[in-house]
């Protein structure tokens, strides 16, 4: 959990009460479900296996527990979780001293696109939580088959400046 | 600092003496130097301005307090600081509740250029962070306008599967 941040916050999401709080324990398999809900994801083995649960489990308890990240859900009037983001806050020397704010795994739920809550949670982060942690650039790398999403991205503002390197350890299996 | 993480590290640089080891508030200057001492950096503001230096410092300060963070330089047999570098150890639920390890700012004194500094300081991070941290994927963004640095990364491994995207805050000035 990052200090500082307020929430939960109402997201501005066109006809509907939509709320962002952060995740609990509670929330495993429904972040597992909209992980595995993404085709992209899916393809790097998020499939909501059950041999995995025990892995999300501490993975879930770790970003909780840590001081400089906060996994976040968005949800429903009735509860359900419709999306999930989660932020790195990065204190670093570049740039003048800027603290910078890292944004991972957006993921909504297929059921719930093109509703606006995407944009809600993205505005909410430059508008509201980079402000508030003292984060002058927000940043995020997103798969180059999302072409969808890189459209999303620079209408909200973004500049697709960098190119994002990935290296997976051979141990990874 | 983050825990778990053996320093000082010899590294691997071919005829030189270099250690790799964590900053402190003495490096201050030297770091500065190397921000500046980049053409893409000096653009965005890193010019070493005396103006800065109180930035600078807090920034320091904060990054060697910080848990999920690790500021390191490499220096010379001499001590002479020649290269730096930014982790940060980023848990998370994607990939199977993978750990991320994000590199930030990595730079080489331009005087020290091609001498093998930045591939033994790339590999140490692939082969003994990454793994002692637990982390299974190390990622890093690069501006799209240091085409050498695309080719460098590639030839360590990293492959390119991602846009990365910036948003600056407009109060930033």
Do not use: C
């Amino acid at each position: 959990m990052i200090e500082h941040l307020s929430l939960p916050a109402p997201l501005e999401v066109p006809d509907r009460a939509t709320v962002l709080r952060r995740a609990t324990s509670d929330d495993l398999g429904a972040i597992v479900r909209l992980l595995a809900d993404d085709p992209v994801s899916a393809g790097r083995g998020d499939t909501a296996a059950t041999d995995d649960v025990g892995a999300y489990a501490s993975a879930l308890d770790e970003v909780i527990r840590d001081p400089g990240n906060d996994l976040l859900v968005a949800v429903d009037a009735d509860g359900s979780v419709v999306a999930t983001l989660q932020l790195t806050r990065i204190p670093g020397m570049a740039r003048r001293g800027s603290t910078r704010l890292l944004v991972e795994a957006v993921r909504v739920a297929s059921s719930r696109r093109s509703l606006g809550i995407g944009g809600a949670l993205m505005r909410w982060v430059v508008d509201r939580a980079a402000p508030e942690l003292g984060a002058s650039l927000v940043q995020l790398t997103s798969d180059a088959a999302r072409v969808d999403a890189h459209r999303f991205y620079r209408r909200l503002g973004f500049v697709d400046s960098h190119v994002g390197f990935k290296y997976r350890l051979p141990t990874a299996d």
